[in-house]
């Protein structure tokens, strides 16, 4: 039950991370905006994650 939890945490902070890159990401050409979006997804679920694993 603890894992699902921890998995659901990380979701939620994916979804705010990558809506927040998505909305404020500029015109940049050093980068494209998937690169970005990826990076910040995957680092945000690992946070989200991690976090609520760790925290109890």
């Known amino acids: ?3 699902s939890k921890d ?3 990380g ?3 994916l979804v705010i991370s990558v809506a927040v890159t998505v909305a404020l990401a ?5 980068y494209t905006l ?3 979006t990826l990076s ?3 680092s ?3 946070s989200g994650f991690f976090t609520s694993y760790f925290a109890e």
Not at 26 to 30: A, L, N, Y
């Open 40 to 42: 910040v997804a995957i």
């Open 34 to 36: 998937s690169d970005v």
């Open 7 to 9: 998995v659901i945490n």
């Open 11 to 13: 979701i939620i902070s």
């Open 26 to 30: 500029g015109d940049d050409d050093s």
């Open 44 to 46: 945000a679920f690992l």
């Open 1 to 3: 039950m603890s894992l």
